[in-house]
């Protein structure tokens, strides 16, 4: 009795999770404008989507970003997971505080945050404020699933490397970024996807100057249903499905040693 | 050991640095706006002023703001509903099932959340496949009108937020002591009384870190209200992006978002303490 009810459960939620995004990709496929019916195969959607000179651009901007964001963060964030790993000091604490509130924090909040920064200090609206702001955000996320994953490591070895005369830099180079190097690599794809899925912060913080996709989207979506944008959506939900499958490959890593 | 001070205080330094100007610093700028007095010409004039709060209880924007923690709130309650039997049937699964399942949870969260909020909205739309389909078996004459109605808001916040509800409650449901289950059995307890006492208890630090992370959100999505609501059913979040952006009061603004800031700060709170409750608990 209670295992059909419990598997009729199940179903009904991943039903529920993936209906909508299954009738989006029908319908990047359906030559039916409207999308209330099938009305047989077509690629014309995707050849509309090329075509539209200002999703394109908008597309290009958003990759940029995406990648530029993702790298620094990673980049910064790896560092710092690293020294709070390795290091004791003082305000350790509160640097932990700030991570921990800027991942909880509604995405409003900072949007506004940010918004009030860059006009008080006379930044104008555009790639390097979204930038900044897309850094921010992903920053947190690459410190913790790099310092989760140098957590649960044998902090032994590193000991063993000392005592056979390793410099520091030889430990970090040698040791721990080989350790971290699949959470670093989840980081980058995680601060990927989540710049690229990005709609409250972009919309304070970017102008007329740089569009980029979601806002795009949004402008396209509010005033009706636009089939270029169902052959770009799933487009972007391929993509997202390779990150996230790769990422969770990476993270599953047993440690080498 | 030269090197490693320079690493140390450069990894640190970069960090903090980046920090303190892009969260900090802002944050303050925005909580010191919200006392000031709104500026046709400059955006805000630096004289004190409780203006933008008094505003939260002018009727005009109080039962906005009530709305807005009801939709949230009842979209907390649904994914929370949904979530913990969903989380407790995944954490008791095979371990390679489990793998499976989360995965599939997973992908969700990963996928735009614009590009899903629109995929709602094709779907729930009147000659959408739910109301066919409705049709097709003969349950109803006419479409629904499933668009612009706070049912929509909600069911499309619930979509969106659910795997974030049903992570944390996995990861506390995964670290319940099995034995403390069997040992209440042993003793005579019913499953009631094994849920109230020992289940729940044990697994509120991820309800409430859950339930953090739907609710807040919710409030913010002002997408999600602008496709699916109609005029009806705005959110916290389209409040503040149309005083910010288009009617440009900051301090109401920042009012509002200060009062986001403190609604967290009650909830972390409140975590915080479920989690030492917990702990405590154990320890004995």
């Known amino acids: 009795m209670i295992r059909p009810l419990k598997l009729g459960f199940m179903a009904l939620l991943f039903f529920y999770l993936y209906l909508p995004i299954a009738v989006l990709v029908a319908n990047a496929f359906n030559s039916t404008r409207s999308g209330n019916r099938w009305g047989g195969f077509t690629a014309k959607w995707f050849d509309a989507m090329w075509a539209n000179s200002g999703l394109m651009e908008a597309a290009v901007n958003s990759l940029t970003v995406a990648v530029v964001a993702a790298t620094v963060a990673t980049l910064i964030g790896t560092l710092a997971a690293v020294a709070l790993y390795r290091y004791r000091f003082r305000g350790k604490l509160a640097l932990n505080g700030m991570l921990f509130v800027v991942m909880t924090s509604p995405d409003i909040v900072m949007a506004v945050s940010l918004l009030a920064l860059f006009v008080s200090l006379g930044i104008s609206l555009g790639f390097w404020s979204l930038l900044a702001a897309h850094i921010t955000f992903c920053l947190p996320f690459v410190v913790v699933s790099v310092y989760s994953r140098l957590s649960g490591f044998d902090r032994s070895v590193i000991e063993a490397a000392r005592d056979l005369g390793a410099s520091e830099g030889r430990i970090l180079r040698q040791i721990i970024l080989p350790m971290a190097m699949p959470a670093v690599l989840a980081g980058w794809l995680l601060s990927f996807t989540l710049s690229l899925d990005d709609v409250i912060i972009s919309s304070f913080v970017t102008g007329p100057s740089y569009e980029i996709l979601p806002i795009k989207i949004f402008s396209m979506v509010k005033v009706g249903v636009t089939p270029a944008v169902n052959a770009l959506a799933t487009l972007m939900l391929l993509l997202s499905l390779v990150m996230v499958a790769i990422s969770q490959f990476l993270l599953k890593q047993k440690h080498p040693s | ?284």
């Open chain 2, 1 to 284: 050991m030269k090197v490693n001070n320079r690493l140390k205080w450069f990894s640190i330094g970069l960090l903090t640095t980046w920090l303190v100007i892009f969260v900090l610093f802002p944050n303050l700028m925005v909580i010191a706006v919200s006392f000031m007095t709104p500026d046709l010409r400059e955006l805000i004039r630096p004289e004190f002023s409780v203006e933008g709060y008094l505003r939260l209880l002018d009727p005009l924007y109080l039962d906005v703001l009530i709305h807005s923690l009801y939709l949230a709130g009842f979209a907390t309650l649904l994914c929370l509903l949904v979530g913990y039997p969903a989380a407790w049937i995944i954490a008791h699964t095979s371990k390679r099932m489990q793998a499976f399942l989360l995965f599939l949870i997973i992908v969700p969260f990963w996928t735009n959340s614009l590009i899903r909020t629109y995929a709602m909205k094709v779907i729930l739309g009147n000659r959408g496949i739910v109301n066919k389909t409705l049709m097709e078996i003969g349950l109803i004459d006419s479409p629904i009108r499933m668009l612009y109605n706070e049912s929509a808001v909600i069911m499309a916040l619930v979509y969106i937020l659910l795997p974030f509800m049903i992570l944390p409650l996995y990861s506390s449901i995964e670290k319940l002591p099995r034995n403390y289950l069997e040992a209440a059995k042993d003793l005579g307890s019913g499953p009631l009384r094994t849920f109230r006492t020992i289940v729940w208890p044990l697994t509120l630090p991820g309800v409430i870190s859950g339930c953090l992370l739907v609710f807040l959100p919710a409030l913010g999505m002002f997408y999600i209200a602008d496709l699916l609501g109609g005029a009806g059913n705005l959110l916290i979040g389209n409040i503040i992006r149309d005083q910010i952006l288009v009617t440009r009061n900051w301090p109401f603004g920042a009012a509002l978002s200060v009062t986001l800031i403190a609604m967290m700060a009650v909830m972390l709170w409140a975590y915080h303490r479920a989690l030492k409750a917990m702990q405590g608990g154990q320890g004995r």
